[in-house]
């Protein structure tokens, strides 16, 4: 019954923009924190941003400096990944995940995800 969709992924050149977002269906969306994390082959998870279930924190992962933006829009059970300036080093799959909080790590059985969005980023 719960669904989460993303698109928005393609193909950009260094220095572009995407937007990323992801539908969700299945569950209160206002009660659940929802995030986004990504994973390049044979490299491993790493978290991208979150945004608490009111909307009124957002958390990034350092290395973005500024460049990502989470959003979400509750009326709509959508949430959004603004990325720009992007760099090769962007390239990965992304995933959006729902949470009953904001963490650092995935908890099996209480956190879900989509299958995911390509983003591919080079010249």
């Known amino acids: 019954q719960l669904q989460l969709v993303e698109s928005g992924g393609g193909l950009v050149q260094p220095g572009g923009s995407l937007r990323l977002s992801c539908a969700v269906s299945g569950l209160t969306f206002d009660r659940y924190a929802l995030g986004w994390l990504r994973q390049v082959p044979g490299m491993g998870r790493a978290g991208v941003a979150c945004i608490s279930a009111s909307g009124g924190s957002s958390y990034y992962d350092e290395s973005l400096k500024g460049r990502f933006t989470i959003t979400r829009d509750n009326s709509k059970n959508v949430v959004f990944l603004l990325m720009s300036s992007l760099k090769p080093e962007d390239t990965a799959e992304y995933y959006c995940?729902?949470?009953?909080?904001?963490?650092?790590?995935?908890?099996?059985?209480?956190?879900?995800w989509g299958q995911g969005t390509l983003v591919a980023v080079l010249s």
């Open positions: 995940v729902a949470s009953p909080e904001c963490r650092g790590r995935l908890v099996a059985g209480q956190d879900f």
